[in-house]
């Protein structure tokens, strides 16, 4: 059986029934079942009917609702890839933008440390540990920490950095990491950002992910200002934050930056140019940058006043 006609069979049983990625979905799930990255489709023949059967199986469970990431156990994440699955929050391409900051960061202050001295890098709320992945990956070599609360994520984010230098730390981030207050050079966060009224109208792209990774209070945005409290503990003079933010909130975050005592707020955009974080540094150091234009990002967007 040829490919395509598997590919363009589940392509149009997924957008009959509504969802939002169909075609893509569709060939993610086929190379899974092949055991192969989706770019190898366009060399595959033929699929045998055993595998046909499986690819069967799996549309429906996507058809049921059950995530692509779910079914498969993984998510893809720059360059990389982490294990995912119920109780945990799915990384989003959106995100990467983030990580993709914290690295040219890293990778563009490097020369002003001395060589013996590693950077130290917090990831607040960091669920799959996602960020702090792509940043031992990318821009190895720094003391990394991974903060997340929820015990249904924890053991995600302990498999996932299982064989990297992060230190992964169950805690709630108010109370986390104490020991490293003031000398900490990077603070990076993806936190729940949802209003809770948002709840009722969930995009169905994201019911799968757990509560506590989602909404944040009444305007979205109580964990952000934990994080901004946290960062500001945490950082050094010249030390920086990164924190992703939903549509809308660009302004609000900046202002809860500032009214924490952060300087040298900026807004960024994501590759679809949307506002999607939020940078700040503590006050004290401005040889150090706290903003640069990472390679694989569109030019970060004004100060947000």
């Not at 075609?23 to 366009?42: M, N, T």
Request: aromatic residues 6%.
């Amino acid at each position: 059986m040829k490919p395509t006609d598997l590919i363009r069979a589940a392509t149009a049983r997924l957008t009959e029934a509504g969802f939002p990625s169909p075609s893509a979905d569709a060939r993610v799930l086929l190379a899974y079942v092949l055991g192969i990255e989706p770019k190898r489709l366009i060399s595959v023949e033929s699929v045998r009917q055993d595998d046909a059967d499986l690819y069967d199986s799996v549309v429906e469970s996507r058809l049921s609702g059950t995530p692509v990431q779910h079914i498969m156990g993984i998510a893809y994440f720059r360059t990389g890839e982490v294990e995912v699955g119920p109780g945990v929050f799915i990384p989003r391409p959106e995100t990467e933008a983030l990580a993709g900051w914290a690295i040219d960061w890293l990778r563009s202050t490097a020369s002003s440390r001395p060589p013996t001295t590693p950077p130290c890098v917090v990831e607040l709320c960091a669920g799959t540990g996602a960020i702090s992945v792509a940043i031992a990956q990318e821009q190895p070599g720094a003391r990394q920490w991974a903060v997340e609360m929820s015990a249904d994520a924890y053991p995600y984010l302990c498999k996932n950095t299982a064989d990297t230098p992060i230190i992964p730390v169950w805690a709630d981030m108010g109370e986390a990491l104490h020991e490293l207050d003031g000398t900490v050079d990077l603070v990076v966060a993806n936190p729940p950002y949802i209003p809770v009224a948002g709840k009722a109208i969930l995009p169905s792209d994201v019911e799968a992910d757990p509560d506590l990774a989602l909404f944040s209070g009444p305007d979205g945005l109580d964990a952000t200002r934990t994080v901004a409290q946290v960062a500001r503990r945490l950082l050094k003079p010249g030390g920086v934050l990164g924190s992703e933010h939903g549509d809308g909130q660009e302004a609000a975050v900046a202002a809860i930056f500032r009214q924490t005592g952060l300087i040298h707020v900026e807004s960024h955009k994501d590759l679809t140019g949307r506002p999607r974080f939020v940078t700040a540094a503590r006050a004290q150091s401005p040889e150090i940058p706290v903003s640069t234009t990472p390679r694989n990002l569109t030019p970060a967007g004004q100060d947000v006043e």
